[in-house]
């Protein structure tokens, strides 16, 4: 297992969640694997719509409904991206992904701003944990069972980090 670190900030509103991680492919992969609709649901959620700048796009629940959508406000393609991110029902957050080549592998920093729900920490990490998953071997299916479990293991220390973070 990758070694993803989480680290959680003040910002206001709410909190920002940086992580930063390297992994066993090249950036040209690795930007294939976070914007490309077919790749991103062998790993994080079904996709839809435009990852270019000024696109729009939208990621889905299981059962085919929006849980959240966003549109592309910086692009610059295989380097990063920034994107709004609206979950239905909430207010828009910002996310900020970076890939740097170094060496045979690629840096990911992903930022994600004015998050205000503690799920956010254990979740993102999840998933950059379930990218390298995918990375590892692409045409395996998204692992739910794995995902979950994982999940609920890193979330009491998230929520601990962020309670001492806010007091």
Known sequence: MM???????????????AFD??????????WEAITTPE?????M??????FRLGGHWQALTRDGEVYCDGEVVSCDRPNGFTTTWTVVGEAPTLLTVRLEADGA?????LQ?????????GPGWH???????WHLADPAAPKDRAR???RFEELEPGYAARLAALTR
């Open 126 to 132: 999840t998933y950059l944990e379930s990218l390298a």
């Open 45 to 50: 959620a079904a996709y839809r719509g435009d």
């Open 21 to 30: 991680d390297v992994y066993d492919t090249d950036p040209d992969d690795l």
């Open 39 to 43: 790749r991103l649901a062998r790993w």
């Open 147 to 149: 995902w979950d479990a």
């Open 105 to 109: 592998r690629t840096r990911l920093s």
């Open 3 to 17: 070694a993803v670190t989480g680290e959680i900030h003040a910002d206001e509103p709410g909190f920002r969640l």
């Open 112 to 120: 994600h701003e004015h998050v205000t729900r503690p799920d956010y």
